[in-house]
């Protein structure tokens, strides 16, 4: 296989992270996600990885926590999973740097868009932590604006759904998948691809958002080698 992108933004959910176990990190399941990104670092493609926090902490679901606080602790879990998976990386002989928006130096370099083009320059794989930085906004977001800053080609978006449906399918049975769908359709029918800021994000940026079922590992090479899966959220 050959790849069609030379540079890709991936973005992991924390869930993703768990496996079976719904909470924390299932370093098995953290392994079979970072044996593909090895294959396509080994293929020369640059590849920079947005890690959620869901595993361990969603504060827009607590209610009762200042929303502020709550985001920061959101982003410290990020800081979690982003050093997870550059272990596994690194127990599977990739070179790999972990930059985090907010400074936290002994573990983890600060985000410097200058830096992260260098890294990828010497083939190494990025991940990056705590969002964006900010309250307020999510890892989806966070996800967006790294794709613009290092001038990734695509966004893929692995989770849990082979796909973009025009409602729930785990509610509905009779829901239809998208093969391609707008930047504006997605805003206008409010379908749960991304937050609005991400989408309008990469619809401002004109950055394509693969959404794709990580149910198989092996569909990151596949999406990145331009095999039909998942659904292409575009202009």
Known sequence: MQPKY???LLKLSGEALAGDKKMGIDFDVVMSLCEP??????????????????????????????????????????????????????KLGVDV?????????????PYIRSRTMRHFEK????????????????????????AAETESEIILKATMVDGVYDSDPKKNP???????????????KNLAVMDSTAA????????????????????????????DIGTLVSE
């Not at 990056?128 to 309250?135: I, L, Q, S």
């Not at 009779?174 to 206008?188: F, G, M, P, R």
């Not at 994000?201 to 990145?224: G, H, R």
């Open 97 to 109: 740097r972990v930059q985090t928006a907010i400074n936290m130096r002994s573990i983890a370099e």
């Open 200 to 227: 309008s994000m990469c619809k401002d940026n004109k950055i394509p958002i693969l959404v794709f079922s990580l149910e198989d590992p092996e569909n990151i090479v596949k999406a990145v080698c331009g095999e």
């Open 37 to 90: 990104i090895k294959k396509l670092n080994e293929m020369g493609v640059d590849i920079g990885v947005v890690v959620g926090g869901g595993n361990f902490w969603r504060g827009r679901s607590s209610g009762k926590m200042d929303r502020t606080r709550a985001d920061h602790m959101g982003m410290l879990a990020t800081v979690i999973n982003a050093l997870g998976v550059a272990d596994a990386l690194e």
């Open 6 to 8: 030379k540079r890709v």
């Open 123 to 146: 083939g190494r794989v990025v991940v990056f932590g705590c969002g964006t930085g900010n309250p307020f906004f999510s890892t989806d977001t966070a996800a967006a604006l790294r």
């Open 174 to 188: 009779n829901a239809q998948k998208y093969s391609h769908i707008t930047y504006s359709e997605v805003l206008n």
